[in-house]
């Protein structure tokens, strides 16, 4: 999952990102609302962690411009203030959920893997599909209730597939969403961790639809 930090406070913004980087999650990071705000327009992002105070404008005010332009990337409010009219402010300027600093970095981890989970339209934290299962809190994966073990960048492309299926993903958008910007995958790449998946999960988990992309199956294991 590709999220945007958008936090001023340089080590509060560190000390985060490095702390989902280690949960799985491709983090990207901005320090000023219009920064933020560029980002949001140009990139695809799976969830955005907007903090209020930022120097160049309310957090609010950006959000309101993104939910009045469409932009329906869910949005997780990161902030000082406490107060009810602060978080109702938030809230009507389009956040989809509110935490208040300080926090527990768990409890970020936790509602952000809610947010972009519900985006995909799953309500269970275990999304399955036949009897492979990806656990969102614990990013471990079961196929027929073995445990998988997958690298980072294998767990991350497979997330990405499961929260989207069973639509077909294109390698467009899994080139958006599970790559940094920065160093974008080379043309083979996807086609060779899509084949190291396939030897760890199965040939029929993972089905290649030609100029179109993949998506994730329900094939069984056979024994």
């Known amino acids: 999952m590709k999220i945007l930090l958008v936090e001023d406070d340089h080590a509060l913004s560190t000390a985060l990102s490095e702390a989902l980087r280690d949960a799985g999650l491709l983090v990207e990071t901005s320090a000023s609302g219009s920064e933020a705000d560029f980002l949001v327009r140009t990139e695809r992002y799976d969830a955005v962690i907007l903090d209020l105070g930022l120097p160049d404008g309310d957090g609010t005010r950006w959000l309101a411009q993104w939910r009045d332009d469409a932009i329906d990337v869910p949005v997780l409010v990161l902030t ?21 600093k300080p926090f527990e970095t768990a409890e970020v981890l936790f509602r952000l893997r809610a947010l972009v989970r519900r985006s995909h339209g799953h309500a269970h934290p275990v999304l399955s599909c036949g009897d492979l299962a990806y656990d969102t809190h614990t990013g471990s994966v079961t196929l027929a209730g073995r445990p998988i073990t997958l690298t980072a960048q294998e767990s991350r492309l497979l997330a990405y597939l499961m929260h989207a299926a069973p639509r077909i993903v294109s390698r467009t958008e899994l080139s958006e969403h ?16 899509i084949s190291r998946l396939r030897r760890k999960l199965g040939s029929g988990h993972i089905e290649t639809l030609r100029g179109q992309g993949y998506r994730v199956t329900a094939a069984e294991t056979t024994s």
Not at 178 to 193: K, L, T
Request: charge should be negative; glycine fraction near 6%; proline fraction near 3%.
């Open 80 to 100: 000082a203030r406490e107060r009810w009219s602060d978080k109702a402010a938030g809230f009507s300027a389009g956040a989809d959920d509110y935490v208040t």
């Open 178 to 193: 599970v790559y940094d910007r920065d160093h974008e995958p080379d043309s083979n790449v996807i086609d060779v961790q």
